[in-house]
């Protein structure tokens, strides 16, 4: 085990006399300051388009899919299921995506790009490569390859801590607040779950842009 998965588990544990680092240091405000910069320009292209971040997320994983089941493409959008659905119903008006129910399971739905999204989709595809381009010129392509790495460390390491669980705050207002629906009836255990309940907030802010 190397790079950030040794430096977490070297490290002393945490000093609660000390006082919090500064809310600039705070790496998940690190990481959404980052995310929101990075995105700008996306954000701005979508726009000329008349799409969402969110619903170029579920056009990104469809146009690598033949077909997706619906509880699939939301724990690969890292979207929540009712926003899922909600995407899907405004983008299937649009005749943007097919979907169809299950022959042996009327309640499982699939979903795939129509003629017309696929097109949307190699539209948008040429503008967004280049952005990615601009970014790794000037950031260098080896520093980002670097910083894709230490991000999927991180996010296994922080899976594999756990420590969601360990100080998941046990107070009355967390347990009278309303409960989410669950996405499928069933035990949740694979990792997109565990880090999607990590980021409930950010989710949160994240589906409610516009």
Same mark, same amino acid.
């Given at each position: 085990?190397?790079?950030?998965? %040794?430096?977490?588990?070297?490290?002393?544990? #945490?000093?609660?006399?000390?006082?919090? &680092?500064? /809310?600039?240091?705070?790496?998940?405000?690190?990481?959404?300051?980052?995310?929101?910069?990075?995105?700008? #320009?996306?954000?701005?292209?979508? %726009?000329?388009?008349?799409?969402?971040?969110?619903?170029?997320?579920? /056009?990104?994983?469809?146009?690598?899919? %033949?077909?997706?089941?619906?509880?699939?493409? @939301?724990?690969?959008?890292?979207?929540?299921?009712?926003?899922?659905?909600?995407?899907? &119903?405004?983008? *299937?008006?649009?005749?943007?995506?097919?979907?169809?129910?299950?022959?042996?399971?009327?309640?499982?739905?699939? @979903?795939?790009?129509?003629?017309?999204?696929?097109?949307? @989709? *190699?539209?948008?595809?040429?503008?967004?490569?280049?952005?990615?381009?601009?970014?790794?010129?000037? /950031?260098?392509? *080896?520093?980002?390859?670097?910083?894709?790495?230490?991000?999927? *460390?991180?996010?296994?390491?922080?899976?594999?801590?756990?420590?969601?669980? &360990?100080?998941k705050p046990?107070?009355?207002?967390?347990?009278?607040?309303?409960?989410?629906? #669950?996405?499928?009836?069933?035990?949740?255990?694979?990792?997109?779950?565990?880090?999607?309940?990590m980021g409930?907030?950010?989710?949160?802010?994240?589906?409610?842009?516009?």
């Amino acid at each position: 085990m190397s790079g950030i998965a %040794d430096l977490m588990i070297k490290s002393p544990k #945490p000093d609660p006399s000390k006082a919090m &680092r500064s /809310f600039s240091a705070s790496l998940p405000m690190m990481l959404l300051r980052a995310r929101e910069a990075v995105m700008a #320009p996306f954000r701005e292209l979508l %726009d000329e388009h008349g799409l969402t971040e969110q619903q170029w997320r579920v /056009f990104r994983v469809l146009a690598k899919n %033949d077909e997706m089941d619906v509880t699939q493409l @939301v724990e690969s959008t890292y979207l929540l299921g009712p926003s899922v659905a909600r995407i899907l &119903r405004d983008l *299937e008006n649009q005749k943007l995506i097919v979907t169809r129910a299950d022959k042996h399971d009327k309640r499982r739905k699939w @979903v795939r790009l129509a003629p017309k999204g696929r097109k949307q @989709v *190699e539209l948008i595809a040429p503008p967004s490569e280049a952005i990615y381009a601009e970014l790794s010129e000037t /950031f260098g392509s *080896e520093r980002l390859t670097a910083l894709q790495g230490l991000l999927e *460390e991180l996010q296994a390491t922080a899976i594999a801590n756990g420590s969601w669980k &360990r100080h998941k705050p046990n107070t009355e207002a967390a347990r009278s607040a309303p409960k989410r629906a #669950p996405i499928r009836a069933g035990k949740r255990t694979n990792a997109a779950d565990k880090l999607r309940d990590m980021g409930r907030s950010t989710q949160d802010a994240i589906e409610s842009e516009p």
